[in-house]
């Protein structure tokens, strides 16, 4: 029964069903914020998290394969990105926790004098001077937000090589940017 169920549903939705998406939408929206929100801790972020799970579905309903319900789906997709946000917000409070130590011990005078917009520019360009596939990986990642297998499959390319672009993209923007990079950690431009 359930694979039936999972492969009507499927079927809806690849179709471009909107009615069905928006009754989707109305019927776990809700539910999937409810889930999400004791996760990440706030109901913003909740928000932002179910909304993008929402929008992916719709934008990869066509390569969509199922093999639970969608209720199920749903909620493992909310779970996973929600373990993703809390993940990346991990790693930037550590930063911001190290480059404060580093900030107010002195250690350097040029992290204290930059400005904000300064340093945006700086990241844009180093980010542009990045290879091409590096930097839509390194795009896809840090400003949209997704995961290295959904990188690889929309660009067609394996999840090794997405980590290969990865940490080739991290390593130049480590050399290009030096103690700044400890500053875009901290206001999360990178």
């Avoid at 997704?146 to 980590?163: C, P, Y």
């Amino acid at each position: 029964m359930r694979d039936r169920l999972a492969g009507t549903q499927e079927r809806r939705l690849r179709s471009g069903d909107v009615s069905y998406f928006e009754e989707l939408f109305r019927s776990f929206y809700r539910p999937l914020l409810s889930y999400s929100a004791p996760i990440v801790g706030d109901w913003e972020v909740a928000e932002d998290v179910v909304q993008g799970v929402f929008e992916r579905l719709w934008k990869e309903r066509k390569r969509l394969e199922m093999k639970t319900t969608m209720r199920s789906y749903l909620f493992q997709c909310v779970y996973s990105r929600s373990l993703d946000v809390l993940r990346k917000e991990k790693v930037r409070r550590e930063y911001r926790e190290r480059s404060l130590v580093k900030v107010n011990a002195g250690e350097s005078e040029t992290l204290g004098n930059i400005t904000y917009p300064e340093l945006e520019s700086r990241v844009r360009s180093a980010v542009e001077r990045l290879p091409a596939q590096c930097r839509r990986v390194f795009e896809k990642s840090r400003y949209a937000g997704m995961s290295n297998a959904d990188i690889a499959e929309d660009l067609g390319i394996s999840v090794k090589t997405v980590e290969v672009h990865m940490s080739k993209a991290l390593k130049r923007l480590r050399s290009d940017l030096g103690d700044f990079l400890i500053l875009c950690l901290f206001y999360g431009i990178i």
